[in-house]
């Protein structure tokens, strides 16, 4: 089973981080090490039971947590694929054992790989709910449960989601609320690009998607304010500006580590904000693609429709154009000019540099004659004496 979750946030790496009396801490770890819990099922338990300083270690209600999720005893039974089917959230939660149904639908769902079943779950939570997971007449505490619930489902076969779900994942609070849970977004995201078609252009333009999630994020990790500052996109902004659009791993330490922008937030904020960026940063330098991106000119053949490469690296051939006339047989207009745009601005293209301006040039007349319409990708301003590229926001959908 691929591990989509970091190790330091595990059920038992937080176990041993709880300050107690040497015997206690030995009790626990004997209780912890009879539970024989796998990798998946040691994050899983403090996914939907966190455990916290203030608590303590409570081994009464893990082991009826375990019991529960294993189906231990008289435990209550998963749901089945009819009634998940008939699944009404709002009427399902006011049975006494709802959380109970649910966490060990979740553990059986995970344990055997169901994705059919997870899916017909997810979807429910779609049909339900706003934003994935969003009740609006449950308790702030079931709430979380839900969420909670949605994101174990989404992570774990964040494969089999539609984009937009993927999108959403990355574009509001369930993103720090996933990662507050352990999961992994860089391994998530690495192992989701790498089982698709091993095209450069699919992936990066998917790279690219999941670019502009995060870069329109406005949930805030920092303390509130009016001026919408400490928002995941003011990071990413700060961060883009302080790294010159030459985002780098070294700079990201640099950043992260220098006190100037971190004076007003808790370590636990910085440590979402390190995330965050670090995801950014990885998705822009394209190192989770899984394509050998020094090397790549050994393996062209096999990227068949490599238009970004082509457009930004070297003069356009006869049959690139020809991908290109193939590339707008698929998408609208507005997606060919968004995309160029954003792969421009995101990984900070020189577009007035040759080759790059001879080709956006010839694939400007290409796309006027393609799609009939009158406003050209590039054009040259003679008010300002200068090429200007025509800009709008990505497509995701």
Not at 342 to 370: A, C, R
């Amino acid at each position: 089973m691929t591990q989509f979750f970091k190790d330091n946030l595990t059920f038992s790496s937080l176990a041993e981080m709880l300050d107690l009396p040497q015997a206690e801490k030995m009790e626990m770890q004997k209780k912890i090490a009879s539970w024989n819990l796998a990798p998946w099922e040691d994050i899983l338990v403090n996914q939907l039971s966190p455990l916290s300083s203030a608590q303590g270690f409570n081994a009464a209600k893990y082991d009826r947590l375990i019991s529960v999720i294993r189906r231990d005893a008289a435990s209550s039974a998963a749901l089945s694929a009819q009634e998940i089917d008939t699944l009404k959230f709002e009427e399902f939660n006011k049975k006494p054992n709802a959380k109970d149904i649910i966490c060990r639908t979740v553990y059986y769902i995970i344990n055997f790989g169901n994705s059919n079943l997870a899916m017909a779950l997810i979807k429910k939570f779609t049909e339900q709910s706003s934003a994935g997971a969003n009740f609006f007449n449950f308790s702030d505490e079931d709430l979380l449960f839900y969420k909670k619930i949605y994101l174990i489902l989404a992570c774990n076969f964040f494969d089999y989601l539609e984009e937009a779900q993927q999108f959403l994942l990355l574009n509001g609070d369930l993103l720090c609320l996933a990662l507050q849970m352990g999961f992994d977004f860089e391994e998530i995201i690495a192992n989701y690009l790498q089982e698709t078609p091993s095209l450069f252009e699919v992936r990066n333009k998917k790279c690219l998607n999941f670019m502009s999630a995060l870069a329109d994020n406005g949930t805030v990790v920092g303390p509130p304010n009016e001026q919408e500052l400490f928002s995941v996109y003011y990071w990413i902004g700060l961060f883009r500006t302080f790294s010159q659009n030459r985002m780098t791993e070294q700079k990201l330490k640099d950043f992260i580590e220098g006190k100037k922008f971190f004076t007003m937030i808790s370590d636990a904020d910085r440590y979402l904000v390190s995330v965050i960026l670090s995801l950014y940063t990885r998705l822009a330098d394209e190192s989770l693609m899984g394509l050998d991106m020094e090397n790549i000119e050994n393996f062209k053949p096999d990227i068949t429709s490599d238009i970004t490469y082509a457009i930004f690296n070297r003069e356009l051939t006869e049959n690139d154009k020809q991908q290109i006339r193939e590339w707008f047989s698929q998408v609208s207009g507005e997606q060919v000019s968004a995309y160029i745009s954003t792969v421009i601005d995101l990984q900070g293209v020189d577009y007035k540099n040759e080759p790059v301006l001879s080709n956006l040039l010839s694939v400007s007349d290409m796309y006027i004659d393609f799609y009939k319409i009158n406003e050209p990708l590039i054009y040259f301003d003679e008010d300002k004496k200068d090429f200007i590229l025509r800009k709008l926001e990505i497509i995701t959908s």
